[in-house]
């Protein structure tokens, strides 16, 4: 090692030396589960011009000694262990010693900057189902989180895991995607609202008198509904303002069916992801 050891020579030709090199190892990371991974670290000790015949490696009394470890506040080191065998070179038999190293990340700092945001952004994009669609808010969320989540995967898409993506960024890009078909859902029901009324179809009417649409409307308008159709059987002037007024319930009742409904399906979608990517 070019410096001077403390060595002890027997009468019997045991030679025993001390030494603390520093070896500097390359670790093949894994950052699929990043900032949540575990990587596994090898160093290898092994001899380059004795063979098997002229020396042997091998583990004397505990196989790693953790008493002047200092701790990283980055990683956690969980389990040392030590292997033993032989590399056949040519005609000869190199002994050789493999330490393996089982490290795991504990940067909290990571996790905060990373987790909480994706979490916040999709309790965002659940939530804007539930806002008026007749008022541009809706609107301006959605433009809003799509640039959130783009900026975001700017933010992280330096991460390089080689032919497998970390499982944050995959579930970013679907989030992406999700995000984008709500802001096209928020700009059709602005539409759907704004338009001047027409007459609902008979499939819709069909639809709105069973049991599982009023469910998911979670509104108790089919008294008033029917309360209005009594009215207005009951008046002179049954053409415009009522029958309008009628139609633009049924509408909005429509919208509000899709909102719910895309809402659960949003939900389902991002339970899915989270099992795919997270457990």
Known sequence: MGRKRLCNLFS????????????????????????YDSQNCTVTLSTVTQSLEEIELMVIG??????????????????????????????????CLQYNLLLRRSDA???????????VLVFLVLSSFWLNSEQEVRVNLCCTLLVCHVLFLQNIGHINNGDNAPVIVLFFRDSLVLCVFSLEFAVFMQWLNTTSPRKVP??????????????????????????????NDGRQETA???????????????????????????CLIYLILIFMYVV
């Open 12 to 35: 019997s030709g045991w030679l025993h030396c001390w030494d603390y090199p520093i070896l500097i190892a390359l670790c093949r990371l894994d950052l699929t589960h990043w900032p």
């Open 62 to 95: 505990a196989a790693v000694n953790l008493q002047e470890y200092i701790p990283s506040r980055a990683w956690k080191l969980l389990t040392v262990t030590v292997s033993q065998y032989n590399h056949i070179f040519g005609n000869k038999v190199f002994p």
């Open 109 to 119: 700092i990571s996790g905060v900057t990373i987790v909480v945001p994706i979490i």
């Open 240 to 266: 415009d303002p009522e029958t309008v007024s009628d139609v633009k319930t049924r509408w909005r009742d429509f919208g509000g069916l899709l909102n719910h409904l895309f809402f659960l399906v949003y």
């Open 202 to 231: 008979y499939f819709f009417n069909s639809v709105f008198d069973s049991g599982p649409a009023w469910m998911l409307l979670l509104l108790g308008r089919r008294n008033c509904l029917k309360g209005s159709e009594t009215l």
